[in-house]
């Protein structure tokens, strides 16, 4: 459940998870950077190469193709948030996909995602 912390709203893990999901699906670049921490870390697919801070996550919002995301299950342990579902781009592919969402409570400090074919 969100709380006030110094006057300002602030999301639960699970929240801030799905709020940077839903500014995903809406190309919302802002929204998914106001529940991430300043020096948030993103690791793409294949670990290979990160996004950091709140910039990087514009630019992951910014550089996202117009999937279709559907989250099937959701995980919460603790300040961990593991969120399961299928992407998919129409006619083309599916991917089942596994996003988990670390945070220090309120703001998401570390985001992984990874595919596996569905088709």
């Known amino acids: 459940m969100p709380h006030v912390l110094n006057n300002r709203l602030m999301p639960d893990p699970l ?25 948030v870390a993103i690791v793409l697919p294949g670990g290979d190469s990160q996004l950091e801070g709140k910039e990087g996550a514009r630019r992951l919002i910014r550089m996202a193709p117009p999937f279709v995301r559907l ?4 995980e919460v342990a603790g300040n961990i948030v593991t969120l ?12 089942y996909t596994t996003w988990t969402f670390e945070t220090d ?9 990874d595919w596996k074919p569905a088709n």
């Open 84 to 95: 399961r579902g299928l992407t998919r781009s129409p006619g083309h592919f599916a991917n």
């Open 15 to 39: 929240t801030a998870a799905k709020t940077f999901m839903a500014a995903l699906e809406t190309n919302d670049a802002e929204k998914a950077a106001a529940v991430c921490a300043d020096d």
């Open 71 to 74: 989250v099937r299950d959701e």
């Open 105 to 113: 409570g309120d703001l998401i400090t570390h985001v992984t995602f």
